[in-house]
Every structure is written in structure tokens, then in C-alpha cells.
């Protein structure tokens, strides 16, 4: 990374010394009213990833205070270690230096002042072992400098409680004059801020005006600094090595353009709320294709801003947790990457949400350099995340476009995610070019188009999807086009979805152990194996789910507009669009217009309601029940016990639409060889590639893989481990002519002991 360069820091020493020839009176941003409300309409986003991980750390004199939240997607508390080492490679490395169930915090002493540590949370398995969780801080413990709304101007150095500084920008430049600092920013507002940023300057709030760091509470002692017109409320562009944000308001009144923008530097952006900004709320940019940085936003709420939530771009590694991207004009969160030449970009978000926002929820855009050289690639984890209510093309856009770029690739795990009454498509993939992909609990309910959306104009690949329920959405539940990238699905659920449930109309896709149910056309150009179908909404099914979908066109009035009545009825127990919330069908008509009780809130139509039996809680429960046609009927292994089909039998038992604190596996196929679009030579050995860990070789037996002519014979092939790859290799006599099937059964396992996340079918031609 680039050091601080010269120019830079002769403008920012000729910035404080104009700034010191002014009386500090000038400077003074004072008290004030507090703004009004956040701005962000119903504020209503689902929670479904365990909120588990840190949340603040306050660097003070030869201490820091880290805070931590610690409870599963199930309201468990969890026990949990608090890490810390000097060197960021090795924070895990030594033994615990605090502990706790549930949420909390502790104050680390004897700390050496201007040595930079970095600290981590795990989970305590109570037996010696510990898995991390969330990103690492950062923390550089230095004596505070003290800013308090109200201070007099004229005692003030900002060194004690009692001299503190009136405003922020004195406390910014006087930590900057000593190379750096730690800025505490006592609870108040802090009016028509216009304030630069440097490199080991970090800024904190919440604090009463003793300045106690035991009773350090943002929430409840907001420190709000408020935007000016037409300036940033804080920029950052010094090229070194970052600043820390923690447990401030950035509200900018429509006055403010931008909250936070860094330009070519790093941050750490921890407990902020930022709202109200006339342009975007938070901007992280790197113009210098091969300057790669971190950004990390952490425990943060961005609603209600001009433009986008958060807007990144360059050649950036992006972490977002456990953050809120409400109401926003544009995107909720935009990124254009850049993976420059040899690099591997790796983009985290967890247990976050995106609801309510003008443009896409998430929008990703992943890209080369200009001259592309050597081979890099992206490395994508979203999880236990939301998207609700956004619009334009998807609640979550993901868009490759390095296409046809030789050397280029990414690799994609979506998991434990909720994609819910958005106006186009729940999940939007573009995978135009070589990439890996695993689609692993995703609930897409409600949706104006399609559930999941897979394409590619360019580049053949695949992508898996297993335990996931795509229901009422009103275009397919999923759809792969474009030809190059079909689905594997496995367990699955397909139901109530307007105009299919699985359609594949340009490429084979397959599905396996899955139910299909209340639609019409429940697979298009799809092969099917082990699969069911269900369109009658009085069999035995699940122990809870809708027994009829209505889809919803617009509104008039109060009132909606559905495409068709059928037996709807006065009193009927709905549910608008999977949102969880119980209503009556209180009136119907004109036409085919019908009330809710009680009215709707926030919605966007196109969409779906579901009916449910009376007396049945709207709450689905996706369990099998006994004597359904899915009892008994997935795929299974030679001798193995029967399995149901459906989302709650996949390997790892996991729940669609939430994300535990443990997840379950990542282990999957990520890529075949020859291609499923092509032929299978009479001879040709089908080589398997993993994702996620190492192939157990141990596990890749007859019974765990198991190839099948098209009359559905097995067939004696051989199996090779072959590096990290698993070789199928031809039966003697080579394929038969026609189609081959080969199953990959979930006792297939990785050296880490996980079983494959998606028990899956590929199916080849043989000329």
C-alpha cells in the first residue's frame, strides 16, 4: 500500500495552521435541537443471521473497551472468547483474554500507548476449541483527546475532561499535529460539519460528558454531527493507513453530500448511524486500479440518504456485517470491484439487510483492471442476509462483468439469505464468466418477478442450489437462461409461483429430492430424479404451509388487485407475500379487488398472498408430514435409509431463510469436466472438482457415487482420486449411448468431515 505521500501532508499542516489562526470560538459547533426522525418510512427489515460477533472497540490511555453481541438467529446466548494479539495473522493464536455468554463487553488495561492491536471473537465450544466469528478490529490505545458540545472555547486543549474541545475539527487536527490520536466525542450535536480525516486519527462517541469509559453508550448518549451544506461531513484521502469510526450520527439534514468518503485509504466504520445525507451516505473509493485496501462496516445503520447507502469501488476488500441499509433513494449498497492482476478480492456480508431502497438492495459488480496481465479473482460470501422491498432489477444483483477476460474468475457462496416482496427479481445472478457457485438456504418468496435468476451470455459453468424454498413469486420460482449455467438443484421447494416452478428453457438444468406444489408447469427443461409433485391443496403435504397462492397485481385504494379470485373467501387467515404477519381477508370486491385486516404497511406489488387452512398459524413449517407424496422420496445412497424430500432434509439440517451462528456446510461441486452442455465421449473420464475443503477419498464409493444408464441401470465405473479432484472413469466398454446420470450422494465428504451441502445429479449426453 502507498505510504502517506508528501504533498498531502504539507496540505493537511497548511489546513492546521490556518484552522490555528483562527479564534476557536469560530470553530465552535455548539448544542442545538436534535433532528427529527430517521426518515426511513416503516424502518422494518428481517433479521435472519445470527447476531453474533464485535461491535465497538474504544482505543484510551493504555486501554481499549470492546463490546461484542452474542445471540443466535434463535434468541439463544452464546458463549463466546474475546482474542487480542499485536500481529493480525495470529489474534486467534494465543489463549482468551475475556469471555461471556451472550452480548457484552471488557476493558483491556496495561495496554502499550501507540501499538496498534488487533481483536477477534469466537465461539467457546466449552471443551478448548473456539471458531471465530465476524471480522477483526482494530484499536490503537493513546491518551483521548476530549471534545464536548458546549465546552469553553477558551480553556480548551483538549487533554482533560474539564478542557475539552467544543467541536470535533479541533480535536481532529490536534490528534493530527501528534501523528495521530484518539478523538472522544462527547454525546451532543455538533452543527454545520465540514471536517477532514488523516490516517491514525480515530474518532469515538457516546459519551457522557465525564467522559467514562465504563458507561460508554452510544445509543444512549448519541453524539450526532450534522452535514453542512455543500460539503462531505468527513473525508479522507491520505493513501495510508486508515482511521477508525466508532459510535458516532452522521445525519445530514438534506445539507450534508456525503457522510463519509474515503478516497485511496482504509477504514474501519464500527456503530455508526448515518441518515438524511442529500448524496450517497458512506462512499469508499480507490482510483488507482492496483491500490488494494479494506473497508469494513460493522454494526451500522445507513437509511434514508440521497443516493446510495454505501457506495464502494476500486480494488477493495469489502466486509459488511451485521448492518442496515434502509430507505435509501438508490441502492442500498452499490460496489463495483476491481480484482487487479494476482489478486484475490474477497467480499463478506453477513447478517445483514437491505429493504426499502429506490434501486437494487445490493448490487454487486465485479470487474478486471483495463489491461488485464495475470489471473485474479473474486472470493464472495453473502450470508444470513436480507433484501425486501427494493427496486428495480433485484433485491441482490450480482453482475460478472470480467467476460470472456481469460484467468478471471469468482467464486460464490449464498447462504441462509431471505429475498421478500421485492418489484422485479428476489435474486439476480450474472455469471458471465468462470465461476463457482452455491445457492444454500435461500428463501425467495413473494417476489414481482422471479425468485433466482441465473444467467450467462458467455461462459459455461454451473451453480447449486440445495435447501431452499421459492414460493408466490410471480415469475418462476427459478429460472436459468441465457444457456450457459444451469441449476443443480437438491431438496428444494418449488410452490405457488405464477408461471412455474423450475424452468431451464436454453440448458439442462436438474433437480433432485425436491417437492413441487399449488402451480402450474412445475419444471421447464429440467430433469428430473427423485422429485414430487403435489397441485392439490388438501393432501398431506408439510406440517404448515399455504394452501393457495393469489397473485396480486396492483392496488386500488386501500384495496388489492388480484389476478384471480378462485375460492377466496371472507375470514380467510392470509399472508401477504411470506412477510410473517397474520391477516384476515376482510371484504372482497369489486371485481377481484380484496381488503386486509390489518391494512398493509410497507409493500411493493407485483406480488403474492397465500391462504392458509383455518385455525393454521401463518408461520411455515417445512417439515414432511406422514403419508405425503414427499415421505420417503429423495435420493439416497445404495442401502441407505429412506429421505424425505423437500428443504429440511438436505445434509446439515438447515432451516431456509435464517443463517445459525454455526452454519452448515460449504462443501459442494463446483466444477465438472467435460461441461454438463457438453457430449460425453465413449471414453471420457467425468472429473469433479470441490469447493469449501479436500476431498475425502475415503467417501467417493459406489454407493456415494453412483453413475446410471438411461433406463436407470447402474453401471460399473471406476473411481480416482486424482488430486483434490474425484475421476469418474468410463465403464468398461465405455458410456452407452443416450443419457448418463451420475449421483453424488451426501456420504461423499470432505477431510474436514463435512458432507456434501448438495446431494446432486449430472446428467450427460452420449452420442
Request: proline share 5%.
Amino acid at each position: 500500500m502507498r505510504r502517506w505521500s508528501s504533498d498531502r501532508r504539507s496540505a493537511a499542516v497548511a489546513l492546521l495552521l490556518a484552522c490555528s489562526a483562527l479564534p476557536l470560538v469560530s470553530c465552535t459547533g455548539g448544542g442545538g435541537s436534535k433532528p427529527g426522525g430517521s426518515g426511513s418510512g416503516n424502518g422494518s427489515a428481517s433479521d435472519v443471521g445470527a447476531d453474533v460477533g464485535l461491535s465497538s472497540a474504544v482505543a484510551g490511555d493504555g486501554e481499549v473497551r470492546v463490546f461484542w453481541d452474542a445471540v443466535d438467529v434463535d434468541g439463544t446466548d452464546l458463549d463466546v472468547a474475546l482474542f487480542q494479539s499485536i500481529d493480525p495473522d495470529a489474534v486467534y493464536s494465543g489463549a482468551p483474554v475475556a469471555s461471556g455468554l451472550g452480548a457484552g463487553s471488557a476493558t483491556l488495561t496495561g495496554l502499550a500507548n501507540g501499538t496498534k492491536i488487533f481483536l477477534g471473537l469466537a465461539l467457546d465450544d466449552g471443551a478448548g476449541g473456539y471458531t471465530p466469528v465476524g471480522t477483526v478490529f482494530s484499536a490503537r490505545p493513546n491518551p483521548p483527546i476530549y471534545v464536548r458540545a458546549g465546552a469553553d472555547p477558551n480553556l480548551a486543549d483538549g487533554l482533560s475532561p474539564a478542557t475539552a474541545f467544543p467541536e470535533p475539527q479541533s480535536g481532529i487536527l490536534t490528534a493530527f499535529a501528534h501523528g495521530g490520536g484518539n478523538v472522544w466525542i462527547a454525546t451532543g450535536d455538533y452543527l454545520d460539519q465540514a471536517l477532514p480525516l488523516w490516517s491514525r486519527v480515530d474518532l469515538y462517541g457516546g459519551f457522557a460528558s465525564d467522559f467514562s469509559l465504563a458507561t460508554r453508550d452510544p445509543a444512549a448518549q448519541p453524539s450526532r454531527l450534522h452535514g453542512k451544506n455543500p460539503f462531505n461531513l468527513f473525508t479522507l484521502n491520505d493513501g495510508d493507513t486508515g482511521v477508525v469510526l466508532d459510535g458516532l450520527e452522521l445525519v445530514g439534514d438534506g445539507l450534508g453530500v456525503i457522510g463519509f468518503e474515503s478516497q485511496d485509504t482504509p477504514c474501519e466504520l464500527r456503530s455508526l448511524v448515518v441518515r438524511g445525507m442529500k448524496g450517497r451516505g458512506l462512499k469508499v473509493a480507490s482510483a488507482i486500479e492496483t491500490l488494494v485496501f479494506d473497508a469494513r462496516v460493522v454494526d451500522c445503520v445507513v437509511e434514508a440518504n440521497g443516493a446510495d447507502g454505501l457506495f464502494v469501488q476500486g480494488a477493495i476488500q469489502l466486509t459488511v456485517e451485521r448492518s442496515r441499509f434502509v430507505g435509501n433513494a438508490q441502492e442500498g449498497c452499490e460496489a463495483g470491484l476491481i480484482a487487479p492482476d494476482g489478486e484475490r478480492i474477497v467480499v463478506g456480508v453477513r447478517g445483514s439487510q437491505f429493504a426499502d431502497n429506490g434501486f437494487e438492495g445490493l448490487k454487486l459488480n465485479l470487474k478486471a483492471p483495463i489491461a488485464p496481465t495475470f489471473p485474479a479473482s473474486f472470493d464472495i460470501a453473502l450470508e444470513g442476509s436480507s433484501f425486501e422491498r427494493n427496486r428495480q432489477k433485484a433485491g441482490l444483483l450480482l453482475d460478472i462483468d470480467f467476460n470472456l477476460i481469460a484467468g478471471w474468475s469468482m467464486d460464490l457462496v449464498l447462504r441462509g439469505c431471505l429475498a421478500r416482496n421485492n418489484e422485479a427479481d428476489g435474486v439476480q445472478l450474472q455469471l458471465d464468466s468462470t465461476s463457482t457457485t452455491l445457492i444454500q438456504g435461500l428463501v425467495a418468496s413473494g417476489n414481482g418477478g422471479d425468485g433466482l435468476q441465473v444467467s450467462s451470455q458467455s461462459t459455461p459453468s454451473h451453480a447449486v442450489v440445495a435447501a431452499s424454498v421459492f414460493s408466490g413469486n410471480r415469475g418462476y420460482g427459478v429460472l436459468a437462461e441465457n444457456g450457459n449455467v444451469p441449476v443443480l438443484a437438491s431438496h428444494s421447494l418449488f410452490t405457488g409461483n405464477s408461471l412455474g416452478g423450475f424452468a431451464s428453457p436454453d440448458v439442462t438444468s436438474t433437480v433432485v429430492s425436491s417437492v413441487a406444489a399449488l402451480q402450474t408447469n412445475a419444471f421447464s427443461g429440467v430433469t428430473q430424479h427423485h422429485t414430487v409433485t403435489e397441485n392439490d391443496p388438501d393432501a398431506p403435504l408439510f406440517v404448515r404451509t399455504p394452501r393457495e397462492f393469489r397473485g396480486v397485481d396492483t392496488t386500488a385504494g386501500s384495496k388489492l388487485v388480484l389476478t384471480s379470485l378462485g375460492d377466496l373467501a371472507v375470514g380467510d387467515r392470509i399472508e401477504f407475500a411470506d412477510d410473517g404477519v397474520e391477516r384476515t381477508l376482510s371484504s372482497i370486491g369489486p371485481g377481484t379487488q380484496v381488503a386486509l385486516s390489518p391494512a398493509l404497511d410497507a409493500f411493493l406489488v407485483p406480488s403474492s398472498l397465500g391462504r392458509f387452512a383455518p385455525g393454521v398459524a401463518v408461520d411455515e413449517d417445512w417439515h414432511v408430514v406422514a403419508g405425503s407424496v414427499a415421505e420417503g422420496a429423495a435420493m439416497i445412497p445404495t442401502g441407505g435409509a429412506a429421505v424425505d424430500a423437500g428443504p429440511l432434509s438436505a445434509p446439515g439440517v438447515v432451516t431456509p431463510g435464517v443463517l445459525a451462528a454455526l452454519p452448515p456446510t460449504r462443501f459442494f461441486v463446483s466444477s465438472v469436466s467435460p461441461r454438463l452442455d457438453q457430449a460425453l465421449g465413449a471414453n471420457d473420464t467425468i472429473e469433479l472438482t470441490f469447493l469449501g475443503s479436500t476431498l475425502d477419498a475415503s467417501s467417493a464409493d459406489a454407493s456415494h457415487v453412483r453413475a446410471l444408464d438411461g433406463a436407470g441401470t447402474a453401471l460399473a465405473v471406476q473411481l480416482l482420486s486424482v488430486g483434490d479432484q474425484l475421476h469418474v472413469a468410463a465403464p468398461a466398454g465405455g458410456w452407452p449411448s443416450g443419457t448418463v446420470r451420475l449421483e453424488l450422494h451426501a456420504g461423499l465428504a470432505a477431510q474436514s468431515g463435512d458432507e456434501l451441502a448438495a446431494p446432486t445429479l449430472l446428467v450427460y449426453s452420449v452420442p
